[in-house]
T-cell receptor
Framework: EAGVAQSPRYKIIEKRQSVAFWCNPI?????LYWYQQILGQGPKLLIQ????????DSQLPKDRFSAERLKGVDSTLKIQPAKLEDSAVYLC????????????FGPGTRLLVL | SQQGEEDPQALSIQEGENATMNCSYK?????LQWYRQNSGRGLVHLIL?????REKHSGRLRVTLDTSKKSSSLLITASRAADTASYFC???????????FGSGTQLTVLP
């Protein structure tokens, strides 16, 4: 079974530029999560999808961040415009159902904003 | 805000020794999970313990949960250099059924 795929693995941009991350969850997993992990901290949930609907985006900075999960499979997370404090690893995870059972994480995208 | 807080923040031991790390949390939980993160990689699920369980084992891992003290511990026995990683506890609390991660314990196992 293939794991959660993310791309790109690394991205360097200048502040005020835009960036997009892509995630392909494990086949058949209904729930998809995007986390932000700042160096030295644990992951913080940004948004949770169940199929193609948003379950929770209360911690997503909606003035600059957006995410979508078209057709309930792949997902993209976009930042526009980026700020210095957005430098972090962006992790995508998926799980079979809607409960907080085991989550399977992708390798993450490391973003550096200069 | 982070629900779980790990202790210690960093731990360094010799290969073959046991490693114990602790997690404290603030509110009632449905379950508590432990994850491992190798440098520059994603998180890997290690073990899940439900609120009505007190102890679980998986290979060299032993997890305990004390809901009266709102704390959990992860014991890794006979540690190996490959166990070097950050370990995070994550709590599932309330009706939202989402995981809230602590800040992690950085474990270094010296050969």
């Amino acid at each position: 079974e293939a794991g959660v795929a993310q791309s790109p693995r690394y991205k360097i941009i200048e502040k005020r530029q835009s960036v997009a991350f892509w995630c392909n969850p494990i086949s058949g997993h209904a729930t998809l999560y995007w986390y932000q992990q700042i160096l030295g901290q644990g992951p913080k949930l940004l948004i949770q999808f169940q199929n193609n609907g948003v379950v929770d985006d209360s911690q997503l900075p909606k003035d600059r961040f957006s995410a979508e999960r078209l057709k309930g499979v792949d997902s993209t997370l976009k930042i526009q415009p980026a700020k210095l404090e957005d430098s972090a690893v962006y992790l995508c995870a998926s799980s079979r159902g809607g409960g907080a059972e085991t989550q399977y994480f992708g390798p993450g995208t490391r973003l550096l904003v200069l | 805000s982070q629900q779980g807080e790990e202790d210690p923040q960093a731990l360094s031991i010799q290969e073959g020794e046991n490693a114990t790390m602790n997690c404290s949390y603030k509110t009632s939980i449905n379950n508590l999970q432990w994850y491992r993160q190798n440098s520059g990689r994603g998180l890997v699920h290690l073990i899940l313990i439900r609120s009505n369980e007190r102890e679980k084992h998986s290979g060299r891992l032993r997890v305990t949960l004390d809901t009266s003290k709102k704390s959990s511990s992860l014991l890794i026995t006979a540690s190996r250099a490959a166990d070097t990683a950050s370990y995070f506890c994550a709590t599932d609390a309330g009706s939202a059924r989402q995981l809230t991660f602590g800040s992690g314990t950085q474990l270094t196992v010296l050969p």
